[in-house]
């Protein structure tokens, strides 16, 4: 059994990537620091697979600490690292904060990996690393453009630096996932999205306003260039991007890989505008949301969809899950954790 560390993979995409790992054997390992996600997250992924992962509550900003956890996991097979922070409205406020621990943590982890006779590391990317592309869908070949905040320069650095890195080094291949807009929770309810406060981000914002915790839903923008005026993404179930994850993961561990870096989009290759997935999440719930339409949000891009032929022609690896399908599990989530 390979044994793989999680980084961050008590949060969001980590529990179910961490999900999915175990149903397929690995032996997982999970560092935290807990800052967004609950050590509870352990029971739901027990109650899915029947198994509870090794846990450390770790900083990876703390130096020695990472040297002595890579010092005691010496037979790691391989690292999927997602412990970042993720707030775009937090990190224009607080940049340097975004960039200690989004760069740095990446730094420390990367010089531990070289310290390996072979290293296999898959990294959390974004599409958010293409800004507004000239070119619809988003081919892995676009321009990165300058980044919109310093969360999203976090991720144009990272792979940056992750490149740079597997030139210098021969022994580390990686891999960055390029994640367009991941939505949905386990068709268990067991693990799903906790956003901390209010949330920022469309579908945990529908969910919450349905159950009755927000108000109402302010729709940003309807006068964009677009069918119906509203922003267009591309919403990737969760447990369809956790997939990706392992397989990833095992194209590097069989030596499938074609080059020593590589980069992957991972979306549905659809793109839904908000008012869509309003009426998505309005049909598979049979509520009425209470939305309204304001003002466009500063730094929104018009539309963005992947261009899916790589990664299925590489990887394998397509969606099986529907825009509704993720809905319906967003919101059987959010009435769980309601105790609704
Ligand atoms: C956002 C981040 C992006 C990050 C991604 C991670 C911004 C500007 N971008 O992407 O950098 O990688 O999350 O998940 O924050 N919307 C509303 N009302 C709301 C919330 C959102 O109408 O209350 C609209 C937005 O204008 C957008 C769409 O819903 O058109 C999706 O928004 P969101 O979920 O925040 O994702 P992104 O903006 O694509």
């Known amino acids: 059994m390979s044994k793989i560390l999680v980084t961050g993979g008590l949060g969001f995409i980590g529990s179910h990537t961490v999900v999915e790992l175990q149903n397929e ?39 020695s600490a990472v040297e002595s956890f890579f010092k005691k996991h010496s037979d790691l097979k391989g690292v999927i690292h997602f412990a970042a922070n993720k707030a775009v409205g937090e990190s224009v406020k607080e940049p340097l904060m975004y960039y200690e621990n989004n760069v740095g943590s990446l730094v420390y982890i990367l010089k531990e990996l070289k310290k390996l006779p072979e290293a296999n590391f898959i990294f959390s990317s974004s599409c958010t690393v293409y800004g507004q592309a000239d070119k619809l869908p988003i081919t892995e070949d676009a321009a990165v453009k300058l980044a919109e905040s310093p969360y999203g320069n976090t991720k144009q650095i990272g792979e940056e630096i992750i490149q740079d890195t597997c030139n210098a080094i021969p022994s580390i291949k990686a891999i ?90 991972l979306g549905t290759g659809t ?70």
């Open 271 to 340: 793109g839904s505008s908000v008012l869509e997935v309003i009426k998505s999440f309005e049909k598979v719930s049979g509520e009425k949301l209470n939305y309204k339409l304001v003002d466009r949000r500063a730094g929104d891009v018009i539309s963005a969809y992947a261009d899916t032929q790589k990664a299925k022609n590489e990887l394998g690896w397509e969606t099986k899950l529907s825009l509704d399908d993720a809905m319906a599990s967003a919101w059987k989530w959010e009435k769980k954790v309601r105790g609704k």
């Open 25 to 63: 054997g690995f032996e997982v390992v999970i560092i935290d620091d807990l800052s967004n996600s609950s050590e509870k997250v352990l029971d739901g992924i027990n109650a899915i697979t029947g198994k509870t992962p090794v846990f450390e509550k770790l900083d990876l900003k703390e130096k």
């Open 176 to 265: 960055a996932l390029r994640y367009f807009n991941p939505i949905g929770a386990h068709e268990s309810a067991n693990i799903g999205e906790l956003p901390l406060g209010v949330p920022q981000n469309l579908v945990p914002f529908i969910t919450q306003t349905a159950i009755g915790l927000r108000e109402q839903l302010s729709v940003f923008g309807d006068d964009y260039p677009t069918p119906d005026g509203t922003c267009i993404r591309d919403y990737i179930h969760v447990v369809d991007l956790a997939k990706a994850h392992v397989v990833a993961l095992q194209r590097l561990l069989k030596g499938k890989n074609k080059k020593q870096y590589e980069t992957f989009n």
